[in-house]
Each structure stands twice: as structure tokens, then as C-alpha cells.
């Protein structure tokens, strides 16, 4: 047999002892498979999650599209393989490959992650081992990839820090441009002055953070006192925001999985960005200003995408697509368009209210999804808290809207430990379910409620991030009295391990000593954490009494308005004395309009960035 | 406008084999859209495209035999749509043949009684590893030594034809139970002796009852007290069975224009 052939026999074997091998065959419709010698850069796009998640997820669309739009760039996927593959990985010795080409992602250019979840950094490590990669930074070597990141999490990635060789702070569709032109440039130039000098280039690029060009200085307390900028980096680096989606190019040819991947459908993201300012909010927060795609745009992408893609199911995606502000025009012209053959529109995260319902009923003339609400909290005092700008009247609407539109069925989010909860919040959410549950389905059938309650994670850069979160004992007694107090019939109650979110909740606001946890979490076994049935929180324990950090330093403690925080010099544009304002609201029980409705309440996003809210809704189709 | 009934042969080779039976079908349908073919929707809640595959291929294996019938909701060329679907088909994909079948003639996989398969059987002396059977295009067990050759298995093959009956132990969702075999094996020879693997060709029955691929091997391999280390399987053709009559899809189709006429009385004479 010659080298390729028994390289092609290697391959068939091992897809023939994996579960799923559809994961890994990289001749998905609309993979990107360029030849390396016509290309000066190989970039592996990785998301440290399974195939079925990191497929569904729309910024990796973009990113792939726009790497493989670049003549001089092949971008190829890399996901975490699944726990049978990596067994095999392992015992043949065979490094991690990137899937179009199945060459080993160590011998590309760039290898970037896409954080969206702390409980997927375990993955991360595990990928990089498996590439063969050194997991420190300071460790590779010129032959190594540069390991790169982005995504929301990369707003306080410190526990991250020393992983990576930098980060990208914001959306990525104008910055990848730039740093990939330099990396060229560099390149052509016979890698001058190494990893080092490139590094020293690419810190001059607005939004690219450089954690080994900061030194960070702790109280006796564990506090940080000081984050410290050297080699010329910036003292805080400011968030990439693209001013005009249309100005970038739409991904209307993503690979189309041959899995059933978790969102199986087109996605044509309507806006970016929420201003309604939920307290509790990552994203509502790290991606102002609102700017939304115009309908003309939104209608044509939706065509393109379908005979791109064949998929029967078009996504109008977005933080709320509710508050699009074209949106029923925009699904009545879908429905027009593709409802004849077959093509159904869904919107996903719905306000719940009777426009929303309403708006649901029409989207799904087609084909009808179910209907999913987030209440967030059980009383209006705790909704005004976190303003989540939604009274009982507007609930109540809701339902009664999706009863008479012929919905049995109906899935609640709750969120418990936010801030100021007490007794009467929890009894809230329980008398808001029976309420709910009262309402009935048509012909005296039960509604049918799926509730799912999670605890509350204080996130950086929200109003919250000063707030501590509930002990796991606290939170259990609180879902102890949910069950008792929701044994009724047609309600299904489930509940997020309270120690899954303790760990969330110590990387989200971690620092940069957390990664030695990590790594040993990692190492004692842990990956793939946000899949119960891998889940083993005594690692983790372990873990952190082995490195003598206590979590509930991170999770558990209310922290003073002036400490440091450890992102402190992450800057999202949103300005520390609104955020500050807005928890003292929350605590006064005070809520704040929506800026693209109301008076602007001086979050800063818009000055400090140099952008604006963008409203196009009264634009043609 | 005319409905149009489809009968689509593909093929499923190279790393398409790779994709399971309920992908493939999802990977058809969206080919359907992106070629832009009319095909009708079931009504309801959750409409679907009304199409359906002749038989469910096992993970792993290969096929020139994927019969699809797929109802379009107006007429269109039967090539023209063969070659526009072979656009947006994936690598491994392809359709060989298309045929035009009579609106509500009964769809193929009702009609599918048996299967011709060619099997590559790589086996082994008994005893250094487990003799479970691994999964079609299952990998290997551990153990060496030279295996049966095709005249060895070719023997087995006589003797396994020559029993009135074959024992099979099946389990299905927990629940275990022995059934005969023996019947739902019309014919199997060594084709080719080549390698590592001997290559059989067997027809067993399929759809309602039938006898899978692996399950065959595992009678070939346990009969001849060897051990299975390696699977391939390649779907050939599939047939309806009249009475050990076995009739090919083109020949059933014909047969439906036949009686479509004759129903429609257009004085159709054999």
C-alpha cells in the first residue's frame, strides 16, 4: 500500500469506531476545502464544544465564511471530539486534525477558539493537547500555531490569560481582516523577529489584547490591585463593534451538517445588539448599540440562504427578534414568499407578551414551533429589579394569546438568587406558574408548562458584577421549595446544577490565578463540564483546594463599588459609573427605558465607540 | 397541475457511507430545495417532503442501490431534475438512474423483500480476542494469524445452505429472542478472494422480515467457529420477492405503468 492509501485506509478505520462519524467527515454542502498550496494561511476556526453545538452557532458562520472569502486564507472547523473519538485519538497517537482537510491543526497558521461558555474551557485545554500544542503561551514555539481567541467570554478571559497568545475584544468581522493582512505581511517578510515581534505588531490593532503584555499585582486579600500595561499595549483595550452590518458580507452558503445539529435551520441575523438593559445581562451589555439589518436585506439573505442551503426552516436571529423593528412585515414576507414550498419562519427568545404570540402564530403558519418564555422572576418588585420591563397584565395576555392561537404547551425560564430575592419572589414565580397553569388549553385541557429554573450567575461588565451569588446550599433549599410548591399537575419542574453555575459563575469573574485550576481540573479529567453526564463537580473541588483558591471568593462575595476587577482594562464601552447607577436603581426597585424608544440613559457605548443606534425598519422589501 | 412520482437510484460511496440512514434522508431533502425540485408536502402541523427511502442502509455501509420515491407537485424532466439534484449533492452522493413512476403506485419500500449485498469478511482463526461481532464497518478485534480463505468460507456457505435451520439470536431493545434464520437467506457464494477479506455475495431477506448484513456474517463466522475482525458491507441491488421470484425495481416499475394503463382501461395489451 503507498502512503496515501494507507493514510486513506487509516482514516476509514477510524471513522468505522466512532459513534457518529458524520462529525468528522469535513464534505458537509458548502465546506470550504482549498488546496494549501494555493493559500498562505491556514487558520483552524475551533469551537471547544461538541459538533452539534458548535454548528449551530452563527458567529462561527460568519468567521468561516469571511476567512475562506480571502484568497490567501483556508479556513477549516475544528471541534471538541467527542469523548470515542478522543479515546481513539489517543491510543493511535493521531493529533487533532481540522475537519475539510484532516491535516493536524498544529501545523496551521492560527488556531482561534470561540468562547461563548465558561464550562467549555476544560475543552479548550483538552483541544490543545490533543493537537500536540503546548497549553501555556510561553511555552510554543515558532513552529506552533498562534492560539488565539474571541467571543463574549473574551471580556473577562484573565483565567484564560496564559493560553493564549491573544484575544480579540468584540465582533470580529473587521478585525480578523487586519490582523490576517499583518500576519501576511509578516509572513512574506520571513517571520521577522518571531512570534514575539508579530505579537508586538498585532497589540497595535484596536480591540487585540495581548495578556503577556500585562502584569497583574493582588492585594493580600486576593484582590487585584493593579493591572498593568507593558511592551506598548494599550492600558485598556476597547471592543471591535462593526457600525453598519450590511457593510460585511453575509454567510448564505454555511456547511450544511448532515447531523441533526441542536439549531438545524437558516439563521438571517435581523439586529445586533439589545438595549433593554436586563440587569443581569452579559450580552445585553458587551454588544450595544442596537443596529438592525434592513428588511430588503433580511428578505433577500432569507432567498439566498434557501437555495444555498435547502433548509425548509428560516431563523430571524437576533438577542429579541421581537423587537425588530420590521419584524411583522418582514415574517409576513417570508410566509408569502416561501410558505408555498413548504419554507416556515421561526423567532427565537420572544418577549412574552401578546404581540410576541401573535407574531409566533404567524411565523409558524407553516410549520409551528413551541413557544418558549423568559419571566425571569416570579414577582413584578423583582422584575422591576432586574428590569426585565414586563408586568403580570402582559404575561397573562401572553398566554391567553397562545391559548386561543391552539398552543398546549408552553416552556417558563426563571432565574433564582438575584439580587434582593427573598420569600415572596420565590412564592411569586410559584403563584405566576399556578396562574399560568390555571389558564387552561382550549376544552378544559391542562396548558401543559415545562418550567426551568437556573440560578442567577453575576456576570462582569453587568450591573450585577458586584453582586454575590446565592451559596449551592441556599440555592438548593430555594428549588426545594419550588418542587414543593409546584406539584401540580401538567408542570414539569427542572433545574440547573447549582454547582454547574457556582463554576460558571467563579470564570466569569475570575482572574487570572484560576487558570492553574483549570489546567489541573482538566488534567484530573474534566472536560466536556457542560454535559451532565460528564459533569463531576469533586474534580473541580479538588481542583481548587489543590491550587488554595476558594471559590466562593469568586462566586459568593459582594464586592465594593471601587475594588479592581480583574477585566477592569476589557473595556466594552459601557461606562463602570452607568453600571453602577443602574445596580443602585435595581436596588431602589427603579427600572430604565430602552433607548431606541426612549431618552438615552448614558451607558456611553455610542460616544465612546463612535457608533449609533441604527433602526431600520421603515426601509423597503 | 400533475403530480410526478420519482423513482431516484443513488449512489452512497466514499465518506457518504459515513452518514447514517435518517441523515441521508435529511441530506436528500435538503438537495431537493437547493435543486430547486417541487416536491409535495404531507399536511399538518409539521409538514414533510413526501419522499421515502427503499430501504434503511446500515451506518457504515456502501450502496449503488438507494432507491428514493419522491413525489413532485408538477411535472418536470426526469433528467433535467437528475442532473440538477446531482449539483447540490454532497461528495459520495449521486444520482445514477431516475425513473418515472405512476402517481400512486405503492411507494418501493413497501414493495422491497430481499437485498443483494456484498460482504467483505475479514476473519480469524478463534481464539485471541472477543468473537463478539463488531458493527458493520466495525473495527477490528485484536488478534493475528492467517484467516479462511474463500474456499474454506465457501464451504461454510454450502453447509450453512444445506440446514434446514439457522438459529439466530437477535436482541432488540433489551429483549432477546432466537428466530430461524435459514429462510431469509436466498443464495450466497464467494465472489472474490483477495487479501485480508473474503468477499461474499448474498441475497437475505429484507424489509418485513429481514436478515441484516452483520447478522449474516455473524452466522457465516460463528458456523465456520471463526472469529469476525472486520466488516465492509456494499448494498448491490434490492428486490421485491414474489415467491422466491426476485423482481428488480425497474422491471416493478414498469409493472406500475402497466397497470396504470390497464386501470385507466387506454387498452394496454400485454
Known amino acids: 500500500m503507498g502512503e496515501r492509501a494507507e493514510e486513506a485506509a487509516g482514516r476509514e478505520r477510524l471513522l468505522e469506531s466512532v459513534e457518529k462519524p458524520a462529525r468528522y467527515l469535513g464534505t458537509e454542502w ?283 426552516q428560516i431563523s430571524l436571529a437576533s438577542l429579541a427578534s421581537a423587537d425588530y423593528s420590521a419584524v411583522t412585515r418582514v415574517v409576513r414576507e417570508l410566509n408569502e414568499r416561501f410558505g408555498p414550498c413548504g419554507i416556515g419562519v421561526s423567532l427565537p427568545s420572544l418577549r412574552m407578551d401578546s404581540f410576541s404570540v401573535d407574531l409566533a402564530r404567524e411565523a409558524g403558519r407553516v410549520r409551528r414551533a413551541g413557544l418558549t418564555f423568559a419571566p425571569e422572576a416570579g414577582s413584578q418588585r423583582l422584575r422591576d429589579v432586574i428590569n426585565k420591563n414586563l408586568t403580570e397584565d402582559e404575561i397573562m395576555g401572553a398566554v391567553d394569546a397562545a391559548v386561543e392561537a391552539g398552543w398546549d404547551s408552553v416552556k417558563l425560564y426563571f432565574m433564582v438568587g438575584l439580587p434582593t430575592e427573598g420569600d415572596e419572589d420565590l412564592e411569586g414565580i410559584a403563584r405566576l406558574v399556578e396562574a399560568v397553569s390555571a389558564r387552561g388549553g382550549r376544552g378544559g385541557k391542562r396548558l401543559s408548562l415545562s418550567v426551568s429554573v437556573s440560578p442567577f450567575v453575576p456576570k462582569a461588565h453587568t450591573s450585577f458584577q458586584w453582586e454575590a451569588q446565592d451559596s449551592v446550599q441556599v440555592l438548593e433549599e430555594k428549588f426545594r421549595f419550588l418542587r414543593r410548591r409546584l406539584r401540580i399537575p401538567g408542570v414539569n419542574l427542572s433545574w440547573h446544577d447549582p454547582r454547574m453555575s457556582l463554576v460558571e459563575a467563579v470564570f466569569s469573574r475570575g482572574d487570572r490565578r484560576l487558570g492553574r485550576v483549570l489546567e489541573r481540573a482538566w488534567r484530573a479529567g474534566c472536560r466536556f463540564d457542560s454535559w451532565t453526564e460528564f459533569w463531576d463537580f469533586r474534580r473541580w473541588e479538588e481542583a481548587f483546594r489543590s491550587e488554595g483558591l476558594e471559590p466562593g471568593f469568586y462566586a459568593n462575595r459582594a464586592r465594593p463599588r471601587d475594588e479592581v476587577f480583574p477585566w477592569d482594562h476589557l473595556d466594552a464601552g459601557v461606562d463602570r459609573d452607568f453600571l453602577w447607577e443602574e445596580r443602585e436603581k435595581a436596588y431602589r426597585g427603579e427600572t430604565t427605558p430602552d433607548c431606541r424608544w426612549d431618552a438615552c440613559p448614558g451607558c456611553g457605548v455610542c460616544p465612546e465607540l463612535g457608533v449609533a443606534i441604527a433602526l431600520r425598519g421603515e426601509g423597503q422589501m | 397541475m400533475t403530480r410526478q412520482v420519482l423513482r431516484l437510484r443513488l449512489e452512497k460511496s466514499g465518506d457518504a457511507r459515513f452518514i447514517s440512514h435518517l441523515d441521508f434522508m435529511r441530506t436528500l431533502t435538503h438537495a431537493f430545495v437547493r435543486a430547486g425540485l417541487p416536491v409535495a408536502l404531507t399536511q399538518g402541523f409539521h409538514p414533510h417532503p413526501r419522499f421515502s427511502l427503499a430501504l434503511a442502509l446500515p451506518l457504515g455501509a456502501s450502496s449503488e442501490a438507494e432507491y428514493a420515491d419522491v413525489e413532485l407537485e408538477r411535472t418536470v424532466d426526469a433528467m433535467h431534475a437528475a442532473r440538477e439534484l446531482n449539483r447540490v449533492l454532497p461528495p459520495g452522493i449521486r444520482v445514477r438512474k431516475v425513473q418515472e413512476i405512476p402517481v400512486g403506485a405503492p411507494p418501493l419500500q413497501s414493495q422491497v423483500g430481499a437485498a443483494r449485498w456484498l460482504l467483505d469478511l475479514e476473519l480469524a482463526e478463534k481464539g485471541t480476542a472477543a468473537s463478539e461481532a463488531p458493527p458493520v464497518g466495525g473495527a477490528p478485534a485484536a488478534g493475528e494469524g492467517p484467516g479462511p480463505g474463500g474456499g474454506e468460507v465457501g464451504e461454510v456457505l454450502t453447509r450453512m445452505l444445506a440446514q434446514p435451520h439457522l438459529p439466530l439470536v437477535r436482541e432488540k431493545q433489551g429483549k432477546v429472542r432466537t428466530l430461524d434464520a435459514r429462510p431469509l437467506i436466498r443464495s450466497a457464494r464467494v465472489r472474490e478472494d483477495g487479501g485480508p477479506s473474503v468477499r461474499v455475495e448474498a441475497v437475505l431477506a429484507a424489509g418485513n422480515p429481514s436478515l441484516r448484513a452483520a447478522e449474516f456474517a455473524r452466522l457465516v463466522a460463528e458456523t465456520g467457529g471463526w472469529e469476525l475482525r472486520h466488516l465492509r458491507v456494499h448494498l448491490l441491488e434490492v428486490y421485491a420477492d414474489r415467491d422466491g421470484e426476485l423482481v428488480d425495481p425497474a422491471r416493478l416499475g414498469e409493472e406500475a405503468w402497466r397497470d396504470y394503463h390497464r386501470n385507466r382501461k387506454l387498452g394496454f395489451e400485454e
Open chain 1, 30 to 312: 458548502n465546506a470550504v476545502r482549498k488546496d494549501h498550496r494555493e493559500v498562505d494561511i491556514l487558520f483552524a476556526l475551533a469551537f471547544p464544544d461538541a459538533y452539534e453545538v458548535g454548528m449551530s452557532h452563527l458567529g462561527s458562520k460568519i468567521l468561516y465564511h469571511l476567512l475562506n472569502r480571502r484568497g490567501d486564507t483556508a479556513g477549516e472547523r475544528v471541534y471538541a471530539p467527542w469523548v470515542d473519538m478522543e479515546a481513539r485519538l489517543r491510543e493511535e497517537g493521531r493529533p487533532l486534525f481540522a475537519l475539510e482537510s484532516w491535516r493536524p491543526v498544529r501545523e496551521f497558521d492560527f488556531l482561534g477558539f470561540s468562547l461563548q461558555y465558561e464550562l467549555n474551557y476544560t475543552n479548550i485545554l483538552n483541544m490543545l493537547d490533543l493537537a500536540g500544542i503546548p497549553l501555556q503561551a510561553s511555552e510554543r514555539g515558532e513552529g506552533d500555531p498562534l492560539v488565539i481567541a474571541g467571543g463574549p467570554c473574551a471580556f473577562n478571559a484573565e483565567p484564560l490569560a496564559g493560553f493564549f497568545d491573544f484575544m480579540v475584544l468584540g465582533e470580529g468581522e473587521e478585525v480578523l481582516d487586519e490582523i490576517l493582512d499583518l500576519y501576511a505581511r509578516w509572513k512574506r517578510q520571513g517571520r521577522v523577529g518571531g512570534r514575539r515581534e508579530f505579537l508586538h505588531r498585532v497589540v497595535e490593532v484596536p480591540g487585540v489584547y495581548v495578556p503577556s503584555f500585562y502584569e497583574v499585582d493582588y492585594h493580600p486579600d486576593g484582590t487585584v490591585r493593579e493591572v498593568r500595561a507593558r511592551d506598548g499595549a494599550p492600558s485598556r483595550v476597547k471592543k471591535r463593534v462593526l457600525p453598519d452590518l450590511e457593510a460585511v458580507s453575509y454567510p448564505v452558503r454555511p456547511p450544511v451538517p448532515f447531523l441533526d445539529v441542536i439549531h438545524d435551520r437558516i439563521m438571517v441575523e435581523v439586529f445586533r445588539g439589545c438595549s433593554r438593559g436586563c440587569r443581569f445581562c452579559h450580552a445585553g451589555m458587551v454588544y450595544r448599540p442596537v443596529r438592525e439589518r434592513s428588511p430588503q436585506a433580511v428578505v433577500s439573505l432569507a432567498g439566498e440562504l434557501v437555495r444555498g442551503t435547502g433548509y425548509d
